[in-house]
């Protein structure tokens, strides 16, 4: 699967964005779906993600993001609202095997990536 993140920008704290993740290749339906995001100097870290069983979120993002996808449109989605200057950085979108699975916080169970998409909150 291929994945293409889109939706960043510049926005200022306390606003909202929302980021998609559309997928081609093999059924959307297939996979769970993880965001991540990596700030400048820092590790790459876990948002939240969606699979068969529920979402998951990082505990720095929970009541704030929201992750949903719609698979007629093979797109998965993170609405992020309350954004904090400290949520700044190129988030990406992950695909891993099997629907039915936990969500997995841990980035190398994704084996498929899309190429990030810059959020920058301004205080």
């Known amino acids: 699967v291929q994945l293409q993140a889109s939706g960043g920008g510049l926005v200022q704290a306390g606003g909202s964005l929302r980021l998609s993740c559309a997928a081609s290749g093999r059924t959307f339906s297939s996979y769970t779906m993880g965001w991540f995001r990596q700030a400048p100097g820092k590790e790459r870290e876990f948002v939240g993600g969606?699979?068969?069983?529920?979402?998951y979120y990082a505990d720095s993002v929970k009541g704030r993001f929201t992750i949903s996808r719609d698979n007629a449109k093979n797109t998965v989605y993170l609405r992020m609202s309350s954004l904090k200057p400290e949520d700044t950085a190129v988030y990406y979108c992950?695909?891993?095997?099997?629907?039915?699975?936990?969500?997995?916080?841990?980035?190398?169970?994704?084996?498929?990536w899309g190429q990030g998409t810059q959020v920058t909150v301004s205080s």
């Open positions: 992950a695909a891993k095997n099997n629907p039915w699975t936990v969500v997995s916080t841990r980035s190398d169970e994704y084996a498929y």
């Open positions: 969606i699979s068969l069983s529920g979402t």
